[in-house]
Nanobody, 124 residues
Framework: QVQLVESGGGLVQAGGSLRLSCGAS????????MGWFRQAPGKEREFVAA????????YYADSVKGRFTISRDNAKNTVYLQMNSLKPEDTAVYYC?????????????????WGQGTQVAVSS
């Protein structure tokens, strides 16, 4: 059974930084695609960043490009989302997700496994 556990959320002022972590267990993730999505109150879930675990290819939403970085630590089976220059509009619950099947890494519908989410709040 695959388990994803996020951590690292919190309250930060605009312009600040946070690093989210997603600890993965239950399977070998080298063939997985890993993604971060977020959902703000009253809004639909949206893609933030993704990577193919083995190849290391990364993908970003235009809204976070240049500010957020997705990375992985193979030894720790952990995926990170480094968030810099945070804005109030980045406020949301952030979810880590994993996929084994074909399909766009930017589309949440193709992800089979999801974490419980971690809250990020950015004050102005």
């Amino acid at each position: 059974q695959v388990q994803l556990v996020e951590s690292g959320g919190g309250l930060v002022q605009a312009g600040g930084s946070l690093r989210l972590s997603c600890g993965a267990s239950g399977r070998t993730f080298t063939s997985f695609g890993m993604g971060w999505f977020r959902q703000a109150p009253g809004k639909e879930r949206e893609f933030v960043a993704a990577m193919r675990w083995s190849a290391g290819n990364t993908y970003y939403a235009d809204s976070v490009k240049g500010r957020f970085t997705i990375s992985r630590d193979n030894a720790k089976n952990t995926v990170y989302l480094q968030m810099n220059s945070l804005k109030p509009e980045d406020t949301a619950v952030y979810y880590c997700a994993a996929k084994t099947k074909a399909g766009l890494v930017t589309a949440g519908a193709f992800y089979e496994y999801w974490g419980q989410g971690t809250q990020v709040a950015v004050s102005s």
